[in-house]
């Protein structure tokens, strides 16, 4: 198995000497780990003693222990190091000048999952604004993308619809690293950051999670195992519909449904190329917090057999219009807020279209709505060229 390297890898061997002797500050939480186990905070404070003055945490917390949307981290303080730990997960999202003028260099250290609704991509895209506006550089220690860097899918983010799940015009599955996403930020915005990105050693776009040999921690309390990263492309949908999506469950996204659900109905509607690379096994849950917290709900658990093969986006796609065509009357959309959105249809936002809810309300052939966003798609995957890291 090949043995990748990450940024804080490299760091943790000696990288980074331009460092020393300027304060530092840390955007990381409980995945950001070296390969000997130990935490950002550990190898940053081990290998420039004294420098680091301030940790942050994105959604879910410092330590990831917030759950689900909207539910916000307080600041508070680093007991070993004495530091500020900045929840950038509170009543503001942003940064401000106030935190900034704490540090001269900003290290982010972020484990992300490789779609576009993930919200560190944008906690990311606030801190090099924030650091171009006070002059401060930022550096990036990349990790994996865990679904590869070669496919992508999905239409392309509208410009309406840009929000704290969608800050440009991405696919569901990007296909980039956090330092590619940090290079394409700092062109698109005109940021003029003062950026660097510590690449990692031995990752091709490739490799799948599987193929790094690096342990899987947590990234978010809903994000257990690689395999809940692979079906999140298409799976994080349901936060848009009165579906459970699994929270509540040992395995979210993975497993999904409602009381209401006929799973045999929705197999019988469902176009059979959405089920190309994957098994879905019917399934019995009680969620224990959330959408239909204590009630029995039916539905599926999905297997994913091939990973090259198997299109996350475009299964659960499907999976949702059968939903809608067997349950119309039971079905319904998740209304606002959604992530800090009061008006938007939350669907909408996850999605990145408004005419895609339609398309698959009035019943439009998924492989004709696909091929609608084919060329866009075509014409990103050519175009992040210039802002790629790796082979």
């Known amino acids: 198995m090949n043995r990748v390297l990450t940024g804080l890898d490299l760091v943790e061997s000696g990288g980074l000497q331009g460092l020393k002797g300027l304060r530092l500050g840390l955007l990381a939480n409980q995945a950001s780990m070296s390969k000997g186990l130990k935490s950002a905070r550990e190898v940053i404070s081990s290998r420039f003693p004294g420098q680091l003055k301030a940790l942050f945490g994105p959604q879910h917390g410092y330590g990831g222990e917030d759950q689900d949307n909207m539910v916000e981290t307080p600041h508070c303080q680093d007991q070993t190091l004495k530091v500020p730990v900045f929840s950038l997960y509170a009543a503001s999202r942003d940064p401000s000048s106030t935190m900034f003028n704490l540090i001269d260099v900003l290290i982010i250290d972020l484990q992300d999952v490789g779609t576009r609704v993930y919200t560190f991509i944008s906690t990311m895209l606030n801190c090099l604004k924030a650091a171009a506006e006070c ?30 799940v969608g800050p440009w015009s991405l696919p569901m599955r990007h296909g980039l690293t956090m330092g590619e996403m940090a290079r394409i930020f700092n062109h698109v915005f005109h940021l003029d950051c003062n950026l660097e990105v510590v690449p990692m050693q031995g990752w091709r776009r490739s490799m799948l999670w599987s193929g790094t040999g690096l342990r899987w921690t947590m990234p978010s309390p809903n994000m257990p195992v690689p395999q809940t990263a692979q079906v999140y492309p298409g799976q994080v949908i349901w936060e848009g519909t009165n579906l459970s999506e699994g929270r509540g469950t040992c395995r979210p996204f993975e497993i999904f449904g409602a009381p209401f659900l006929n799973p045999r109905a929705v197999r019988e509607a469902l176009d059979p190329t959405a089920r190309t690379g994957c098994h879905l096994q019917e399934y019995r849950f009680r969620p224990t917090f959330h959408k239909w917290a204590g009630e029995l709900c039916y539905g599926f658990m999905i297997h994913i057999l091939d990973p090259c093969a198997y299109r996350p986006y475009y299964t659960s796609l499907a999976l949702l219009q059968a939903v809608m065509e067997v349950h119309h009357q039971d079905f319904g959309w998740k209304q606002p807020p959604y992530e800090y959105e009061y008006k938007k249809k939350p669907i909408d936002m996850i999605m990145g279209s408004q005419s895609l809810r339609r398309d698959l309300q009035s019943g439009k052939p998924l492989p004709l709505i696909r091929e609608g966003w084919l060329p866009e798609l075509e014409s990103y995957a050519d175009w992040r060229k210039t802002y790629l890291l790796y082979s």
């Open 135 to 164: 002059g401060k550089k930022v550096v990036v220690l990349d990790r994996p993308n865990p679904l590869g860097g070669d496919l992508v899918e999905g239409n392309p983010l509208e410009p309406e619809l840009y929000s704290f």
